[in-house]
Every structure is written in C-alpha cells, then in structure tokens.
C-alpha cells in the first residue's frame, strides 16, 4: 500500500511539474504568428515608403523647377539635397525589411519548443526596430511633401488603421 502511494504521488508530482511547463512556455506557433503579424503591418509601411519616394522623385525631377519658378529665392540644390536624404532614408528602412524576409525562417526544423520561441522573440525584436525606422521615414518624408503640397494626405501607417 505504501508504494502504491509513493508511486502515486510521484506520478502527481510528475503531471504537475509538465502542467506547470506547458504553462511556463506558450507554444512557439503563437509567437510566430504574433511575428508574422508584425511583418504584415510592416509590409503595410513598406508600401508607403516606396510611395512617398515615388513622390519624392516626381518633386526633385519636376515640381522643384515648376516651384523655382514662382519662387526665385528657392535653393533648389538645398532642397534636392533633403529629398535625396529622405530617399535614403526611405529606401535604408525598405531595404531592411526585405533583407530580414530573406533571412528570416518560418520553419523551425529541429529546435525545441523554447528554442524556437526565443528564435521569434529575437525576430519581434528586429521587427520593432524596422517599425521605428519605417516610423521615422514616414514622418520625415510626410513632413516635407506637406511643405511643397499643403494637401498631401499623410500615409503613415495609424491612418491606415494598425496602430505601432
């Protein structure tokens, strides 16, 4: 009777310590998604820099002369110097988002559950580092549109309903 007690309550013991586990670890499957969310929304963000330096081209290439124009005292070097800034700026946090999609690996393979969560836990973390980098660009770049076109529609990304 006493060991089939002992083997009891080890068998408790046992179940309680896997139960406490699984509640100490989520599955790695939502921290993924959790990732693909972000990068979803960052795609968004994407879309809008590669919009805003389109913009940025027509104003240096076309606008920048038509304005020169009605305004004499404009330093058109000045100000194709700021838009080529932007345009990197822009392009800088494009680039990374397509270099982390390149690199980045939905398929776990061989890691363990905990593994692969802080595999992705990193991958967040890149994510919201793009994220204040696309924030900037966007800022910085809708800034300046708005100088040239008081009616330039801001196309950061809370406009577009997903908030950062």
């Given at each position: 009777?006493?060991?089939?007690?002992?083997?009891?309550?080890?068998?408790?013991?046992?179940?309680?310590?896997?139960?406490?586990?699984?509640?100490?670890?989520?599955?790695?499957?939502?921290?993924?998604?959790?990732?693909?969310?972000?990068?979803?929304?960052?795609?968004?963000?994407?879309?809008?820099?590669?919009?805003n330096k389109?913009?940025?081209?027509?104003?240096?290439?076309?606008?920048?002369?038509?304005?020169?124009?009605?305004d004499g005292?404009l330093d058109?070097?000045?100000?194709?110097?700021?838009?080529?800034?932007?345009?990197?700026?822009?392009?800088?946090?494009?680039?990374?988002?397509?270099?982390?999609?390149?690199?980045?690996?939905?398929?776990?393979?061989?890691?363990?559950?905990?593994?692969?969560?802080?595999?992705?836990?990193?991958?967040?973390?890149?994510?919201?580092?793009?994220?204040?980098?696309?924030?900037?660009?966007?800022?910085?770049?809708?800034?300046?549109?708005?100088?040239?076109?008081?009616?330039?529609?801001?196309?950061?990304?809370?406009?577009?309903?997903?908030?950062?």
């Amino acid at each position: 009777m006493k060991i089939q007690i002992k083997t009891n309550a080890a068998w408790a013991i046992v179940a309680l310590c896997g139960l406490l586990a699984c509640k100490s670890s989520p599955d790695y499957k939502k921290v993924r998604q959790e990732v693909m969310d972000k990068h979803d929304e960052l795609m968004v963000d994407s879309e809008l820099a590669i919009h805003n330096k389109m913009k940025l081209d027509t104003l240096a290439k076309i606008k920048l002369k038509e304005f020169k124009a009605l305004d004499g005292s404009l330093d058109t070097a000045a100000e194709k110097k700021q838009i080529d800034d932007l345009g990197k700026l822009l392009d800088k946090a494009d680039e990374r988002m397509m270099d982390w999609m390149q690199e980045f690996q939905a398929d776990v393979g061989d890691k363990s559950n905990d593994e692969a969560i802080a595999y992705f836990k990193a991958e967040m973390v890149k994510l919201k580092n793009m994220d204040q980098a696309f924030k900037l660009a966007l800022s910085r770049s809708d800034a300046y549109l708005k100088k040239f076109d008081p009616a330039h529609q801001s196309v950061s990304s809370k406009d577009h309903g997903h908030a950062h």
